[in-house]
């Protein structure tokens, strides 16, 4: 796999209509990638710094990201003033990972359930996602797709409510986005099912910059 850091440019009139729409982002993250999103395995996130506001997108995949166009324009800036390092940076990584492992993590998520419709005949209809809202079902959410994904919960922060709101260009249909930020500690059950869930992401809304978790020691 690969892991993408790019610094955004504030002052970016592009980044910072992107950084509001999750649809625009994803339209010109996959600029960078020959294939569909699926295929590349392609997740994103948004990490704000709160003491310098700098903007930092994290963009992982499976296929290597070609950035050359994007860093020609405004879009980033020119370089790294914090770490030194290329803007964007681009790394390939892989999991080594063990069982009963402790392990710090981050990941934006879309916490939803789908709800069943059904028109006046009582005939069911196509389904939509509900988004939890609070704290408790929140954290239920994520209990439950760490049993599914190899990981139990230690500790948990819940955070950064948002609501993001876009629209495809392509029909104008709008995009309207619930998402918080989980952010604690975990342990590995299952090395191999944690390793996919990684790779394929967490939740719906991927494509939207939910479903990356991000592991460190």
């Known amino acids: 796999m690969y892991l993408s850091r790019l610094l955004l440019n504030p002052r970016s009139r ?30 994103h996130r948004l990490d704000v710094d709160p003491r310098s506001g700098a903007i930092m997108l994290l963009v992982q995949s499976l296929a290597e990201p070609d ?25 390939e990584f892989d999991l080594p990972l ?3 492992q402790l392990l ?16 006046d005949k009582g005939q069911r209809r196509n389904s939509n996602r509900v ?14 797709q760490g049993q599914a994904s190899g990981f139990r919960l230690l500790r948990l922060d819940v955070s950064r409510p948002q609501t993001l709101a876009g629209r495809k260009r392509e029909n104008g249909r709008s995009i309207t986005l619930y998402t ?18 990684v790779a394929q992401g967490i ?6 910059g939910c479903g990356l978790l991000s592991l460190a020691p």
């Open 131 to 144: 988004p939890l809202v609070h704290e408790e079902k929140q954290v239920a959410w994520l209990e439950h």
């Open 180 to 197: 918080v930020q989980f952010d604690g500690r975990l342990q590995v059950t299952d090395p191999d099912r944690l390793r996919q869930a």
């Open 67 to 91: 950035w050359t166009w994007l860093a020609e324009r405004e879009y980033l800036l020119p370089a790294d003033p914090f770490g030194g390092l290329e803007n964007p940076a681009v790394k």
């Open 98 to 100: 063990r069982a009963n």
């Open 104 to 119: 710090n993590f981050r990941l934006r998520a879309n916490p939803a359930v789908k709800k069943v419709r059904r028109d």
């Open 203 to 208: 939740g719906p809304a991927k494509a939207f």
């Open 14 to 43: 592009q980044a910072q209509r992107e950084t509001a729409d999750p649809y625009q982002l994803h339209r010109t993250l996959m600029h960078a990638f020959v294939e569909k999103r699926d295929q590349s395995g392609v997740l």
